[in-house]
């Protein structure tokens, strides 16, 4: 059965960068839409970005648009999320998720199954 794992999470400084994974081995992650979403402390979780199953379309929420990029290893078993110019508010727990149903592009609001999720924090 299908597992997705986050991996990359930590802390980092206000304007420093993390990059996040994805991970299903051994399975594969080609083909899949896969969506990212974080959630804060008594906040409702939301989605950052996602990337298509073909890797042709990729969204990003505004408040992470022209800081975070979604990408697809070369071996397309891994999706990463580079975060640069932190700010405290991304702070969150940071999951991925498979997205069903979206082909031909992905979504920021559909997810079908869900990592166990990453911390990351941004403070000084």
């Known amino acids: 059965q299908l597992q997705l794992v986050e991996f990359g999470g930590g802390l980092a400084q206000p304007g420093g960068s993390l990059r996040l994974s994805c991970d299903a081995s051994?399975?594969?992650?080609?083909?899949?839409?896969i969506g990212w979403f974080r959630q804060a402390p008594g906040k409702e979780r939301e989605g950052v970005s996602c990337?298509?199953?073909?890797?042709?379309?990729?969204a990003y929420a505004p408040s992470v648009e022209g800081r975070f990029t979604v990408s697809r290893g070369h071996a397309k078993d891994t999706v990463y999320l580079q975060m640069n110019s932190l700010k405290p508010e991304d702070s969150g727990i940071y999951y991925c998720?498979?997205?069903?149903?979206?082909?031909?592009?992905?979504?920021?609001?559909?997810?079908?199954?869900y990592g166990q999720g990453t911390q990351v924090t941004v403070s000084s």
């Open positions: 990337i298509s199953g073909d890797d042709l379309y990729s």
């Open positions: 051994p399975y594969t992650l080609e083909r899949l839409a």
């Open positions: 998720a498979t997205q069903a149903g979206v082909a031909p592009r992905c979504s920021l609001s559909t997810a079908s199954l």
